[in-house]
């Protein structure tokens, strides 16, 4: 059924009915915008009454109160709002008759602000009159003269009570106290307004009553009512029978507001039949309001109205009043004096700032609202008719709105950066003749919003560091700015990358975070590093923070910390080789004895890890067996021939040559090359094999120093024998012992033994073992020692078995005998 109604539609019938619902929902829009809240409530409410629920009448719940921030905007705070309910209260005593005076309608109408977003609402509080005035007559009492002759019917005009309040509580009634002679009548006057008039019910005979008090009550509509009296003494005459006449019943004007004081306005005139004093007229004011009596004046005697103060037609545009015509006789007449004031352009516009959202941030949207204002022009007509501009530089735009208010909102972007505020005047001009113009400075800082990142002063650093740095030495400081205030330019920075350090390494460089000095984290290398990359980040303290980055290239610059290094001859061969004892195990070189001058002997080798001027190698002889034979090239390191070899030459040459750099300081490294001057190598190999002379030599010095000390030790030894006999010759017998000691002497080639030496006894006997030497050289060069014979004492000094040594065999401590098979000197 519902597809067949859809289909019975038609796409007709959608289409219409879908417009006629926008339709109805723009209708119901527009009704609600223009729609104003109103509030009714009396006058006179005591302060803190309760007005309206405002906050839930504009649509806000409690919860919202807090952050739309719901606030008034009148000039004059009649009432005020409370900041958790959102109501609306009265704030100080509303009197009707003084807010509104004599209009029929009196109203207070404001305008209600709320923000997030800011919106502005309008508000019509109407004051309901209560009855709280009384009807007033001008005087407590007035006298009144009725001649005698005059006929019944006569009517003589009364003052009418004023009452202060409006509506049914100003709709008076009066109340003549209750006398056959007098009633009471009201008259219509055309203009709508009624006169209050006696009437003389029957003829007045003074010889019978001369005068009359009566008591004329006004009381009014209002609930309960509310009553004034005046008293009306009555005084019978005779004589003067003709009341004055005026003109005119109603005197009209229109004059302009601001009016000097003293220029006339109209002039009221009556006239009175009679003759002579009863004749003579006087004008007054009748019963008129005291704000009556302070702008105008009466001329009594010729009836001209004047101006006695300014008139403003602001204030009040009308003044009705009435006038009294009095004669000689005390006969009175009355008549009615309407001013109509005219408006002039007198009043400027007034610009009130309702709301000023300011600092307004950098990034609201186009459109924004950032102030409410208020303009109003007291005048009327053309004369309150105002246009409103802005005059000044800056993205903003004035828009109408209802009821005389007007919206500034930004028409453009706006940017901090480059205008921190906006300064602009409001200019309401009117359409009066001529125009007035007022104008107002609105003043809209701008905050800052965290739209610009840090900017470096360069995209990419280099610097320059020498190697073997102290750690913690300054390498460069980067520095980048931000456009942005506050913690959004406040910059910090951080290493964000780059080679500084392989992964698992601690980094080359660090970083401080607030100046942005980029320090060593150690000493550098040229030889490891010779450049390295950093990234460095700069970052702002927005939210969300914006940051950069920037490259820094570090370049390390070489210093000559490396001494040359030499390749070729090597170093570690050559000296292992001489540690072995000859140039057998060292490298050589063959240079045949037909060699010519500049015969390529040998090329030096080394290299240099520094750079530049530090790596440049030079290359000199310092030392070599034969300094004419050789040279090597300055900068090649090529050793060649200074010379033809010649016969004389030794077959064994030894050469040193040094490598320097040409650093500051130059450092230097020694290479040693030696070379065999033969034929061929077969012819090498028997020089190679021979003992060199520096190693005889060396070898003759150690066998000297060895045969030194196995004189010292054998020296010792004999002393210390010698000794041990003593000592016991002195206990035993000492003249045998002296004899046999002290008979021979012993020379240096050998032990002479005396021919009496086995005279004497000894009561012990001791063995004598000399230590072999200590080997010093090799065994090639020098022959183990044989072993020492162990000979006892008895063998030594001899006894029953012991021959006498010949004079001249001679014994060598330390050398084996001639002839090892000949028999032993002592037998066991």
Known sequence: MAVRRRQRLGPGGGRALLAALLLLLLCVWCRAAAERVRYAIAEELGRGSLVGPLARDLGLSADELPARKLRLSEEKQYFTVNEENGNLYVNERLDREEMCGESATCSVSFEVLVQNPLNIFHVEVSIEDVNDNSPVFSNALLDLEIDEWISPGARFPLEMARDADAGSNSMLTYQLTSNPSFSLAAIESPDGSKQLELVLERALDREKQSS????????????????????????????????????KRVYEARVAENLSVGSLVLRVRATDADAGSNGRVSYSFGSVPDSVRALFTIDSESGE????????????????FGVEATDGGGLTAHCKVQIDITDENDNAPEITILSLSSPVPEDAPTGTVVALLKVRDRDSGENGQVSCELSGEGPLSIVA??????????????????????????????????????SRELVLEVSDVNDNAPVFEEAAYSAYVAENNAAGALVLRVQAR??????????????AGGSAGAAGAAPLVSVEARSGALYAQRSLDYEQCREFTVAVRAQDGGSPARSSTATVRVFVLDRNDNAPR??????????????????????????????????????VVAVDADAGRNAWLSYELVQASEPALFRVGLHSGEVRTARAVGERDAAKQR???????????????????????????????????????????????????????????????????????????????????????GAQRFSLAGAAFPADFCEGTLPYSYNLCVPPPARAVPEAAWPPPPPVPVLSAEELLGGDSCEKPSMNSDIVVGEPPANPDAPQVCKA
């Open 401 to 438: 709105s209802s009821g005389g208010s007007y919206k500034v909102v930004t028409s453009g972007a706006l940017d901090r950066e480059q205008a921190s505020e906006h300064r602009v005047s409001v200019v309401a001009r009117d359409r009066g003749r001529p125009a007035l113009r007022s």
């Open 482 to 495: 931000d456009a942005d205030a506050g913690a959004n330019g406040r910059v910090s920075y951080w290493l």
């Open 655 to 741: 050469l040193v040559a040094v490598v320097k750099d040409h650093g500051q300081p130059a450092l230097s490294a020694t290479a040693t090359l030696h070379v065999v001057l033969a034929e061929s190598l077969q012819e090498a190999l028997p020089e190679l094999s021979e003992r060199p002379a520096g190693a005889e030599a060396a070898a003759a010095e150690l066998q000297f120093y060895l045969v030194l000390a196995l004189a010292l030790l054998s020296a010792l030894l004999v002393l210390s024998v010698a000794l041990a006999v003593l000592a016991r010759l002195r206990r035993a017998g000492p003249p045998a012992v002296l004899r046999c000691l």
């Open 212 to 247: 009359f008090n009566l008591v004329l009550m006004a009381v009014d509509g209002g609930d309960p009512a509310r009553s004034g009296t005046i008293q009306l003494r009555i005084n019978v005459t005779d004589a003067n029978d003709n009341p004055p006449v005026f003109s």
């Open 305 to 320: 109205v004047r101006t006695a103060g300014p008139l403003d037609f602001e204030e009040k545009n009308k003044y009705i």
């Open 566 to 603: 030499v390749l070729w001859p090597a170093a570690a061969a050559a000296a292992a080789g001489e540690a072995a004892g000859g140039a057998a195990a060292a490298p050589f070189e063959v240079v045949p004895r037909s060699a010519e001058a500049g015969y390529l002997v040998a090329k």
